[in-house]
């Protein structure tokens, strides 16, 4: 349902709720309605563990591979929406793009 990573970290990042508070009531390609249940993660898993998790769901169920550009996306959405958290994912995003795409 997420064509590019950085809507589904955003959707991890807010889940339903967030979504809801925002006055979205679609996600992904496929603009499923938010029903909720989903919860948000941004309060409570670092950046490095967001990043982590968007990374195994996408290699492993989807075979996608990750490269700079997906992370640049990834830091744009969340300078946007997340600005008090730039630096934390600057960082995490610094490290992750060290690793080989398959790590």
Do not use: C
Request: hydrophobic letters at 35%; a negative charge; charged letters at 30%.
């Amino acid at each position: 349902d997420f064509p590019n990573p950085a809507d589904q970290l955003y959707w991890v990042m807010e889940g339903s709720d967030g979504f809801k508070a925002k006055g979205l009531t679609t996600y992904g390609t496929s603009e499923k309605p938010v029903k909720g249940g989903m919860p948000g993660w941004a309060g409570t898993l670092t950046a490095d563990e967001l990043i982590g998790v968007i990374r195994h769901e996408r290699e492993a169920f989807a075979g996608d591979k990750f490269d700079a550009t997906t992370y640049d996306k990834m830091l744009e959405m969340v300078t946007k929406e997340f600005p008090d958290r730039q630096a934390e994912f600057k960082e995490a995003i610094d490290a992750f793009k060290l690793l080989p795409s398959d790590a």
